[in-house]
């Protein structure tokens, strides 16, 4: 896309359509690029991951002609003798799957096949044993509806020597792992992992497991969140939770920057609380605060944190020193943390989503997903995008989208139906849960009746 990312467009007060959102996120990270660290792994390992360069096939998948089917083999041109009619043929032995046939067949002669084993040459046609009746060393089946050729899989009819099997940027899905592995490669040669450090945010946020506090809740975002994050490949460093405080922020922030490519918060950026945070971003970046024509989710912080303002608190002594905020949790391991301090570092992305539990996870869904994927270096895959009749009246503002949760369902007439979870306040995490969809009623659209087509985002693949 040719948007180019406009600071001031994207001022404190505007509301961005969802559209634009996305344009100004790939203007920012565009000119960033993917991680360029790359890594060799063994197929068992390199689930998920985003392939660095294309892979060409160095064989023909299949390897060779073969059967279709448990059956006979013979000579399609014996087809002709017969004219659509009985055909009898003398078994003159068995190819078992990993054991070619070497022999020459004479005229009237079959072999009794696998399925799977390599086709003798000279013959092509497979007639499957269900269709046959056994005579002692012959076999008699009626040939009518039977062509030459029938059940054989031709080599190379997969994959061809020579071309692309798989594109840079490929994830390595369980289908494209096993693509690999036909094609006899061991290994893969990925992206590195997209490091992104998470923290919560806000003072009534308590850990789960703690005792309950007057006022205080438990922090499930970053639960939520960084599940998201590992269902989508990224090596997560979870940095915990932080009050309300602007020291405390600015530590963690100078921390999360200078250990990960993409810092992801939530909470404490709606319009009161974004204004004491807001001087302190902007001395350790360029950090817009941005309302979403949207629901949930309408406040979002995108931006930059430079490396130059996280040198004022270099890795090596932060990982010595005492912090005033609560400790870096335990899952950010020691060698972790020396890999990371030994990297390269750019500007690290700053992702801010609002604090309520699905505002939080709608906005990584719209959002934070396809930046992760453009920065992560995986290639645009074509967002699955259903039709479906709502079985009941919705109502809606026009001027903002919404994304409600939904249930996708067949009616008795095979058409795709969907209602909602219920109750769709933006902390109600229940509705999330029940939800197998998206509803996605864009700007324009006005209130929805009963029997409607709407949009719906299908949540697997999503989550
Ligand atoms: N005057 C205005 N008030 C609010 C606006 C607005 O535009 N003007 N926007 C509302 C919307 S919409 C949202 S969403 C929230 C977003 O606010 P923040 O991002 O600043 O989030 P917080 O105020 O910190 O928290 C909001 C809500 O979520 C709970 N929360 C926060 N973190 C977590 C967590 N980790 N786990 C679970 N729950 C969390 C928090 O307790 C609050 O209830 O602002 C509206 N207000
Ligand atoms: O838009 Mo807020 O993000 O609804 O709850």
């Given at each position: 896309?040719t948007?180019?990312?406009?600071?001031a467009?994207?001022?404190t007060a505007?509301?961005?359509s969802t559209?634009?959102?996305?344009?100004?996120?790939?203007?920012?990270?565009?000119?960033?690029?993917?991680v360029a660290e790359?890594e060799?792994?063994?197929?068992?390992?390199?689930?998920?991951?985003i392939?660095?360069?294309?892979?060409?096939?160095p064989?023909?998948?299949?390897?060779h002609?073969?059967?279709?089917?448990?059956?006979?083999?013979?000579?399609g041109?014996?087809?002709?003798?017969?004219n659509?009619?009985?055909?009898?043929l003398?078994?003159?032995?068995t190819?078992?799957?990993?054991?070619?046939?070497?022999q020459a067949?004479a005229?009237?002669?079959?072999?009794?096949?696998?399925?799977?084993?390599?086709?003798p040459?000279g013959?092509d046609?497979v007639v499957?044993?269900?269709?046959v009746?056994?005579?002692?060393?012959?076999?008699?089946f009626?040939?009518c509806?039977i062509?030459?050729?029938a059940?054989?899989?031709?080599?190379?009819?997969?994959?061809?020597?020579?071309e692309?099997a798989?594109?840079?940027?490929?994830r390595?899905?369980?289908?494209?792992?096993g693509?690999l592995a036909?094609?006899?490669?061991?290994?893969?040669?990925v992206?590195?992992?997209?490091r992104?450090?998470?923290?919560?945010t806000?003072?009534?946020?308590?850990?789960?497991?703690?005792a309950?506090?007057?006022?205080?809740?438990?922090?499930?975002?970053r639960?939520?969140?960084?599940?998201?994050?590992?269902r989508?490949g990224?090596?997560?460093l979870?940095?915990g939770?932080?009050?309300?405080e602007?020291?405390a922020?600015?530590e963690r922030l100078?921390?999360?920057a200078?250990?990960?490519?993409?810092?992801?918060?939530?909470?404490?950026?709606s319009?009161?609380?974004a204004?004491?945070t807001?001087?302190m971003?902007?001395?350790l970046?360029?950090?817009?605060f941005?309302r979403?024509?949207?629901r949930?989710g309408r406040?979002l912080?995108v931006?930059?944190l430079?490396?130059?303002?996280?040198a004022?608190?270099?890795?090596?002594?932060?990982?010595?020193?005492?912090?005033a905020?609560?400790?870096?949790?335990e899952?950010?391991?020691?060698s972790?943390?020396?890999s990371?301090?030994m990297s390269?570092?750019?500007p690290?992305v700053?992702?801010?989503?609002?604090?309520n539990?699905?505002?939080?996870?709608?906005?990584?869904?719209?959002?934070?997903?396809?930046?992760?994927?453009?920065?992560?270096?995986?290639?645009?895959?074509?967002?699955?995008?259903?039709q479906?009749?709502?079985?009941e009246?919705l109502?809606?503002?026009?001027?903002?989208?919404?994304?409600?949760r939904?249930?996708?369902?067949?009616?008795?007439?095979?058409?795709?139906?969907v209602?909602?979870?219920?109750?769709?306040?933006?902390?109600?995490?229940?509705?999330?849960v029940?939800a197998?969809?998206?509803?996605?009623?864009?700007?324009?659209?006005?209130?929805?009746q009963?029997?409607?087509y709407?949009?719906?985002?299908?949540?697997?693949?999503l989550i």
């Amino acid at each position: 896309m040719t948007a180019t990312f406009h600071p001031a467009a994207a001022s404190t007060a505007q509301n961005l359509s969802t559209t634009q959102v996305l344009e100004q996120l790939r203007a920012l990270l565009q000119p960033l690029g993917a991680v360029a660290e790359q890594e060799t792994l063994s197929l068992s390992d390199a689930l998920d991951r985003i392939l660095a360069e294309p892979v060409a096939c160095p064989v023909d998948v299949p390897p060779h002609d073969n059967s279709a089917m448990d059956g006979y083999a013979f000579d399609g041109t014996e087809l002709d003798s017969v004219n659509g009619g009985l055909l009898r043929l003398r078994v003159v032995g068995t190819v078992l799957a990993g054991a070619p046939w070497t022999q020459a067949l004479a005229q009237g002669e079959c072999v009794k096949i696998m399925t799977g084993a390599v086709m003798p040459a000279g013959l092509d046609t497979v007639v499957p044993h269900e269709q046959v009746t056994a005579c002692g060393e012959e076999i008699e089946f009626d040939t009518c509806g039977i062509r030459p050729g029938a059940n054989r899989r031709l080599r190379g009819e997969d994959l061809r020597q020579g071309e692309v099997a798989l594109p840079a940027g490929q994830r390595l899905t369980p289908a494209a792992l096993g693509l690999l592995a036909s094609l006899g490669l061991g290994l893969a040669t990925v992206r590195r992992r997209l490091r992104v450090a998470y923290f919560s945010t806000g003072d009534e946020l308590l850990n789960p497991g703690a005792a309950p506090r007057e006022g205080a809740i438990y922090d499930s975002n970053r639960f939520s969140l960084q599940g998201l994050l590992r269902r989508m490949g990224a090596q997560v460093l979870d940095l915990g939770s932080v009050p309300d405080e602007p020291a405390a922020l600015e530590e963690r922030l100078r921390e999360a920057a200078t250990l990960a490519d993409v810092v992801l918060t939530s909470g404490g950026i709606s319009a009161g609380e974004a204004d004491h945070t807001r001087a302190m971003l902007q001395r350790l970046g360029t950090v817009q605060f941005w309302r979403v024509a949207m629901r949930p989710g309408r406040p979002l912080a995108v931006g930059l944190l430079a490396p130059a303002a996280m040198a004022l608190n270099p890795v090596a002594e932060r990982f010595t020193e005492k912090s005033a905020i609560s400790p870096i949790p335990e899952s950010v391991n020691s060698s972790e943390k020396q890999s990371i301090s030994m990297s390269s570092k750019r500007p690290a992305v700053l992702l801010g989503l609002p604090g309520n539990p699905v505002a939080a996870m709608v906005s990584f869904l719209m959002f934070v997903r396809p930046s992760l994927a453009l920065l992560s270096g995986e290639r645009a895959a074509p967002t699955v995008m259903l039709q479906a009749l709502s079985s009941e009246r919705l109502r809606k503002r026009e001027g903002r989208t919404e994304y409600l949760r939904g249930v996708l369902d067949l009616n008795e007439q095979g058409q795709a139906t969907v209602r909602t979870t219920g109750p769709q306040g933006s902390a109600l995490l229940s509705s999330m849960v029940d939800a197998n969809c998206i509803i996605v009623l864009d700007d324009a659209r006005g209130d929805v009746q009963p029997g409607e087509y709407v949009h719906v985002l299908p949540m697997h693949g999503l989550i």
